[in-house]
């Protein structure tokens, strides 16, 4: 063979999660939504268990959300569009979905740049136990699909990849508690 690929299974009998969680059954849907079997395949990467609290710093319509809630996990997602966070029926757009699917909505959605995630007016750092402002950081995963390529738009938010992931870097060094893990997408190249 000319290419050999090793890896692990990650799942078993996940076809009534990927059901649950389709796209053609999710009320709220983004022009990037997150497929199910991605973020599915993230939550299993990032080992949330029941009570973990994991961030989604780029959660636009909640996807990478919904499969960590299924987990049994405590949600924060932040989300820099405006449109993105409170689109859909009557300005409920992600809320609907966790709805939907029977959920605990997350705990806390904002309206903000995942960039300046360590500013405390943004998101104050969370007491993973308790859900309350502390000084440490506390997440227990941050599992997110970053913006990147054409579908990011060249708006004043925009940032080069190299940035982006920079910045994603930092956010989890600073926001996760040891032994918390960081899973997100790359795009690579085809070659």
Do not use: K, W
Request: net charge neutral.
């Amino acid at each position: 063979p000319s290419q050999l690929f090793l890896g692990r299974q990650l799942g078993v009998g996940a076809a009534s999660h990927l059901a649950q969680f389709a796209l053609s059954r999710r009320p709220y849907l983004g022009r990037t939504t997150l497929p199910p079997a991605f973020a599915m395949l993230m939550a299993n990467q990032a080992r949330v268990i029941e009570g973990s609290l994991v961030l989604d710093p780029f959660c636009g319509t909640g996807s990478t959300l919904l499969s960590c809630a299924a987990r049994g996990a405590r949600t924060v997602g932040v989300e820099i569009d405006e449109r993105v966070l409170n689109g859909g029926d009557g300005g409920r757009g992600i809320l609907i979905n966790f709805e939907t699917a029977g959920l605990p909505v997350p705990e806390r959605l904002v309206l903000g740049d995942a960039s300046r995630l360590d500013t405390p007016d943004v998101l104050p750092p969370l007491d993973a136990a308790t859900g309350q402002p502390t000084p440490h950081a506390t997440f227990d995963a941050i599992v997110t699909d970053p913006p990147y390529g054409l579908m990011e738009g060249l708006g004043t938010y925009y940032m080069p990849l190299h940035e982006r992931l920079g910045a994603l870097l930092r956010l989890a060094a600073r926001r996760l508690r040891v032994g918390g893990r960081l899973v997100f997408l790359l795009p690579l190249p085809a070659s």
